[in-house]
C-alpha cells in the first residue's frame, strides 16, 4: 500500500521547481533589452563638430571646452560626452575640472624696532632669522578696528641697505557691532624674494592714530585661482515681501546641467550693507536652500572706501537661483544685474592632423567612459594645448532611437503573468493534493 501513495507526493517537488524556474527564464527574458544595453554614437541625439582655429602639424594633445548647449543636454554629470574621429572611432579624453590651487608655508620671523613717526607712519623690521628663504608675503595683526591704510615694504640682507618691494599696498579693516560684522584684509603680496629682514611702513595721515602692531608672519603663497565661466543669466523674477523686510530676485541661467559656484551683484549704489541667502530650482518651482548665505556692501567714505559684491555657494547645476536681500528697515537694494560664474571644464584628447572631430552627446543611458588617458596625462605637458572650438548643435544624422524595453512598453504584462502563473499553480496543487488523499490508506478504527 505505501507504494502506492509516495510516488505523487515525491511529484510535487520537482513540479514546483519546474514552475520557479519557469519564472525566472520569464524574468530574465523579459529584462534583456535593459540588461545588455549598448552603447553606439547612433544612440547619441546631439553632435557638434571640434575645429582649430590653427592646424595641425602634428598629432599632439588638444583641449575644447563644453558649452551652455552641452551642458544642457548632456546626462547627468556629463558621463555621456564621446570624442569621435572621422565618424567612426572613437577617442579617449579626460575631463579637466579648472579649480586653482593655494599652497601657503609661513615662515620662523621676529619683529623688532617697532615705532612711529607722528604724522607720518608707523615702522618696524621684520627678521626672517637667515637669508635663502622663498617668501612673498606679510601678513600684519593688529587689534585695531575701522582703518584703511597704505603700506610699503622694503627688503635687504644687511640691515642697512633697503630695495623696495612693494609700494602703495592697501590694507583696511571695516567692522560693524550691529550686525556684528567684520571683513578686514592685512596681507600684502610682493615679487619672490630671498632676502633676510623686511622694512614695513605703515602711512599714516594727519590725525590718524598709528595702528596698534601685535606682530606679523612671512609666508611662502603659490595661489592660483580657479578659471572660471561667465554665463548669460538673465534676473527674471523681483519681488518684495514687505512682511519679512526682504526682496527676492530670482536668475536664470537657461538650462539645467550648468554648473555654477559664484555669484556677483552689480550696482551703482554706495554706503549700505546687506545679508543675503541662495535657494536653487530646477523649475523655479520648488526651491531649495544650498547652505550660502553672505553680506553685500560698499562704502564710500572719509575714512574707508571699499566694497564686497559677491557670494561664493557650493557648486549646483540647477537652473534658476533665488538671492534673498535682507533690508531690515532700508529700502530695497538697487540691483541692476547679477552675473552668475562657475569653474571651467575642458575636455584634453590627442588630435591628428588631417582628421575630423565631432562631441556626441545626449544619451541618457551612457555609462561613464575610462580610458588609459587618465592614467599618464599628469606626465604630460597640458599648459598651452592647442584649442578646438565647438560648432553649433545638430542632431546626430545617424541616431536610431531604440525601443523601449518590452517591460516598459507593456509595464502591466508581468503582474498578470505571475498573477496567472500562481493561479495555475494553485489549481494543479489543489488537483494534486485531491489525488493524494484518494491514494492515502484509510484511517485505523
Known amino acids: 500500500m505505501s507504494s502506492c501513495w509516495i510516488r505523487p507526493i515525491g511529484v510535487i517537488p520537482q513540479f514546483l521547481a519546474s514552475i520557479i524556474l519557469l519564472l525566472a527564464v520569464l524574468f530574465v527574458a523579459l529584462s534583456m533589452g ?15 563638430s571640434i575645429q582649430f582655429s590653427e592646424g595641425l602639424a602634428e598629432e599632439k594633445l588638444a583641449e575644447v571646452a563644453p558649452d551652455i548647449e552641452v551642458f544642457g543636454e548632456s546626462a547627468s554629470g556629463l558621463v555621456d560626452l564621446r570624442i569621435v574621429e572621422n565618424g567612426e572611432s572613437e577617442v579617449p579624453f579626460q575631463m579637466l575640472i579648472e579649480t586653482g590651487t593655494s599652497q601657503r608655508g609661513r615662515i620662523q620671523a621676529n619683529i623688532r624696532d617697532q615705532g612711529f613717526v607722528p604724522g607720518e607712519y608707523t615702522g618696524f623690521v621684520v627678521d626672517l632669522d637667515k637669508a635663502g628663504a622663498l617668501h612673498n608675503e606679510i601678513e600684519i595683526f593688529t587689534a585695531s578696528q575701522n582703518f584703511q591704510r597704505i603700506v610699503q615694504i622694503e627688503g635687504g640682507n644687511d640691515g642697512e641697505i633697503w630695495t623696495v618691494l612693494q609700494k602703495g599696498a592697501r ?5 560693524l557691532k550691529d550686525p556684528n560684522f567684520t571683513t578686514k584684509n592685512t596681507r600684502i603680496s610682493y615679487p619672490e ?3 633676510r629682514y623686511l622694512r614695513v ?23 592660483e585661482p580657479d578659471n572660471e565661466t561667465v554665463y548669460a543669466a538673465a534676473i527674471v523674477k523681483r ?13 536664470d541661467l537657461g538650462v539645467n546641467g550648468a554648473p555654477s559656484s559664484r555669484l556677483v551683484v552689480e550696482t551703482a549704489q554706495v554706503n549700505f550693507y546687506r545679508r543675503v541667502s541662495l535657494e536653487a530650482s530646477a523649475d523655479a518651482q520648488i526651491w531649495r536652500s544650498i547652505g550660502a548665505t553672505g ?9 574707508f572706501v571699499g566694497s564686497q559684491l559677491t557670494v561664493t555657494y557650493p557648486e549646483t547645476t540647477l537652473r534658476y ?9 532700508n529700502p530695497p537694494l538697487d540691483i541692476d544685474g547679477l552675473k552668475i560664474h562657475g569653474v571651467s571644464r575642458k575636455l584634453l584628447f590627442p588630435a591628428r592632423p588631417g582628421a575630423s572631430y565631432e562631441l556626441y552627446y545626449g544619451n541618457s543611458e551612457a555609462r561613464t567612459p575610462s580610458y588609459d588617458l587618465k592614467r599618464f596625462l599628469p606626465y604630460l605637458e597640458t599648459e598651452g594645448l592647442t584649442r578646438g572650438l ?15 524595453p518590452f517591460t516598459e512598453r507593456l509595464p502591466w504584462l508581468i503582474p498578470v503573468v505571475v498573477a496567472l502563473t500562481a493561479v495555475a499553480v494553485g489549481f494543479l496543487l489543489f488537483g494534486v493534493l485531491r489525488q493524494v488523499k484518494n491514494l492515502l490508506p484509510p484511517p485505523a478504527e
Not at 535593459?34 to 557638434?48: G, N, P, T
Not at 537661483?321 to 528697515?329: F, G, Q
Not at 565647438?390 to 523601449?404: D, S, Y
Open 321 to 329: 537661483l533665488r538671492m534673498t536681500v535682507y533690508n531690515e528697515d
Open 295 to 303: 553680506e553685500l556692501f560698499s562704502y564710500e567714505t572719509a575714512k
Open 34 to 48: 535593459v540588461a545588455l544595453a549598448d552603447f553606439r554614437i547612433q544612440d547619441w541625439r546631439y553632435v557638434k
Open 201 to 223: 611702513r605703515i602711512l599714516n595721515e594727519a590725525g590718524e592714530k598709528p595702528l596698534d602692531i601685535s606682530g606679523t608672519s612671512v609666508f611662502s603663497v603659490v595661489d
Open 193 to 195: 624674494s630671498t632676502v
Open 171 to 175: 590694507i583696511f579693516d571695516f567692522t
Open 390 to 404: 565647438l560648432g553649433p548643435q545638430t542632431n546626430n544624422p545617424g541616431i536610431t532611437i531604440p525601443k523601449k
Open 239 to 251: 519681488s518684495e515681501d514687505s512682511e519679512r523686510r526682504v526682496n527676492l530676485l530670482t536668475v
